[in-house]
């Protein structure tokens, strides 16, 4: 196209950013644009006002670009993502194509670098903007792929967007400022470690279990079944709803793992291999989903654990020659006095639940016992980091039991339009 058919202020914005991108900004002047452009210098300052204005443009220009390139990428890996190597690929190619794009404007990033103490607060804002809104593209693609590859991430796709793109940004600088070989080798190795340090923190999803928390009401019922088969089975029932116990969890109690702090009831798990914690403190919530379950004094596990008492001392009457030590016995036993198994938990989830049904018909199992204080705990504003330690859960998994919580907080809104 002939530079009579571009329009003027059009015209202007492509020989700025030619001649900012060789000679770098500082070192090009308005006039040398102007002359450029084929324009008179007067018309340059009625469409940008002055220099910093005309910069403005370039940028957003500049941003415009980059937002197609991400776009183009996009479409061309997400339709065929379908594993954790191809989350691989798709890293690549953008980090890649990111950085042939910066790197194709060196003298314009060096000066914005250099010069960007220099600049009005609309400017900044604005190449602000702009990097937010081609993160969002990306944190789009990203999720696309996560989704497409089942897979999770510890973090949600916008930070994954902002801290990849942050790591692009700050390579290329170093490049085009400094002698990038004294920080590493060469392109290839960062471009390697940048996709190895997001690939190695996903998870499959199709590894975990769906997270299927259980009503309130039916919760409420379950402990009630419990509470008629025996004072043992009422104090399991409340450990699995007030604490999330696991079946692990329950057979490795002992005694004085119930401790009473602050009129607060903690438990003690032992180390596991499902935990991977030693000595994990878990607080008894003495309020399951709206219902109080007594004190920290006075509730199913103290009032099991009278009886507990008298039976062990009763028990250490009957053997003389019993080596048997308070400190170190079980919590729970089972009929024949023996600890309580695995099998035995499960056979007693079994009957207090055979009545309950999930919506898709399935039998409600025993793991949900533990989702539903997970989301509890989560829609009662436990920050995460304070549940992973008392839940024992890392970091990364701890994503579906935070979107299952903002599907029923969606569906709660939505229900509540109705009223």
Same mark, same amino acid.
């Given at each position: 196209?002939?530079?009579?058919?571009?329009?003027?202020?059009?015209?202007?914005?492509?020989?700025?950013? %030619?001649?900012?991108?060789?000679? =770098?900004?500082?070192?090009?002047?308005?006039?040398?644009?102007?002359?450029?452009?084929? +324009?008179?210098?007067? *018309?340059?300052?009625?469409?940008?006002?002055?220099?910093?204005?005309?910069?403005?443009? +370039?940028?957003?220009?500049?941003?415009?670009?980059?937002?197609?390139?991400?776009?183009? =990428?996009?479409?061309?890996? +997400?339709?065929?993502?379908?594993?954790?190597?191809?989350?691989?690929?798709?890293?690549?190619?953008?980090?890649?194509?990111?950085?042939?794009?910066?790197?194709?404007?060196?003298?314009?990033?060096?000066?914005?670098? =250099?010069?960007?103490?220099?600049?009005?607060?609309?400017?900044?804002?604005?190449?602000?903007? =702009?990097?937010?809104?081609?993160?969002?593209?990306?944190?789009?693609?990203?999720?696309?792929?996560?989704?497409?590859?089942?897979?999770?991430?510890?973090?949600?796709?916008?930070?994954?967007? @902002?801290?990849?793109?942050?790591?692009?940004?700050?390579?290329?600088?170093?490049?085009?400022?400094?002698?990038?070989?004294?920080?590493?080798?060469?392109?290839?190795?960062?471009?390697?470690?940048?996709?190895?340090?997001?690939?190695?923190?996903?998870?499959?999803? *199709?590894?975990?279990? $769906?997270?299927?928390?259980?009503?309130?009401?039916?919760?409420?019922?379950?402990?009630?079944?419990?509470?008629?088969?025996?004072?043992?089975?009422?104090?399991?029932?409340?450990?699995?709803?007030?604490?999330?116990?696991?079946?692990?969890?329950?057979?490795?109690?002992?005694?004085?793992?119930?401790?009473?702090?602050?009129?607060?009831?903690?438990?003690?798990?032992?180390?596991?291999?499902?935990?991977?914690?030693?000595?994990?403190?878990?607080?008894? @919530?003495?309020?399951?989903?709206?219902?109080?379950?007594?004190?920290?004094?006075?509730?199913?596990?103290?009032?099991?654990?009278?009886?507990?008492?008298?039976?062990?001392?009763?028990?250490?009457?009957?053997?003389?020659?019993?080596?048997?030590?308070?400190?170190?016995?079980?919590?729970?036993?089972?009929?024949?006095?023996? $600890?309580?198994?695995?099998? %035995?938990?499960?056979?007693?989830? %079994?009957?207090? *639940?055979?009545?309950?049904? @999930?919506?898709?018909?399935? $039998?409600? *199992?025993?793991?949900?016992?533990?989702?539903?204080?997970?989301?509890?705990?989560?829609?009662?504003?436990?920050?995460?980091?304070?549940?992973?330690?008392?839940?024992?859960?890392?970091?990364?998994?701890?994503?579906?039991?935070?979107?299952?919580?903002?599907?029923?907080?969606?569906?709660?809104?939505?229900?509540?339009?109705?009223?």
């Amino acid at each position: 196209m002939s530079v009579s058919r571009i329009p003027t202020r059009q015209r202007i914005v492509n020989t700025a950013l %030619e001649l900012f991108a060789s000679k =770098g900004i500082t070192e090009t002047t308005t006039r040398q644009i102007a002359d450029f452009a084929q +324009v008179n210098e007067v *018309t340059l300052f009625r469409h940008f006002g002055n220099k910093h204005g005309l910069l403005l443009a +370039v940028l957003q220009e500049c941003l415009q670009k980059y937002l197609v390139l991400a776009q183009v =990428g996009e479409s061309l890996m +997400v339709s065929d993502i379908s594993s954790q190597s191809d989350l691989r690929r798709f890293l690549k190619y953008y980090i890649q194509s990111s950085l042939r794009a910066l790197e194709s404007v060196p003298e314009l990033v060096r000066s914005l670098v =250099g010069e960007a103490g220099q600049y009005p607060l609309e400017s900044r804002q604005a190449l602000a903007q =702009g990097i937010n809104q081609v993160n969002q593209t990306i944190a789009t693609a990203i999720n696309d792929v996560l989704v497409n590859s089942r897979l999770q991430y510890s973090l949600p796709p916008i930070k994954l967007a @902002n801290l990849l793109n942050t790591c692009i940004l700050g390579y290329a600088v170093i490049t085009l400022t400094s002698d990038v070989q004294a920080v590493w080798r060469d392109r290839d190795e960062f471009v390697s470690t940048l996709v190895d340090m997001f690939v190695q923190e996903v998870i499959p999803t *199709t590894q975990a279990r $769906p997270i299927i928390d259980i009503p309130a009401e039916t919760v409420r019922d379950i402990i009630l079944q419990a509470k008629k088969c025996s004072p043992r089975d009422y104090a399991i029932a409340y450990l699995l709803f007030g604490a999330g116990m696991t079946a692990q969890n329950l057979t490795n109690l002992r005694l004085q793992d119930y401790q009473i702090q602050a009129n607060h009831g903690l438990l003690r798990t032992q180390a596991s291999q499902e935990s991977n914690i030693n000595g994990r403190l878990v607080p008894l @919530n003495q309020k399951i989903l709206g219902h109080r379950y007594g004190s920290a004094t006075s509730n199913p596990l103290s009032a099991y654990l009278k009886i507990r008492q008298k039976d062990l001392q009763k028990d250490l009457k009957d053997l003389k020659d019993a080596k048997a030590n308070h400190d170190t016995e079980s919590m729970f036993l089972s009929g024949d006095r023996q $600890p309580l198994s695995l099998e %035995e938990v499960e056979q007693l989830w %079994e009957r207090w *639940t055979q009545p309950y049904r @999930n919506l898709d018909g399935s $039998p409600l *199992t025993l793991d949900q016992a533990r989702h539903t204080w997970c989301i509890e705990m989560l829609a009662r504003g436990m920050d995460v980091d304070s549940f992973c330690i008392i839940s024992g859960i890392k970091t990364k998994e701890l994503q579906a039991y935070q979107t299952r919580l903002n599907e029923k907080l969606a569906i709660d809104k939505a229900i509540a339009l109705d009223a």
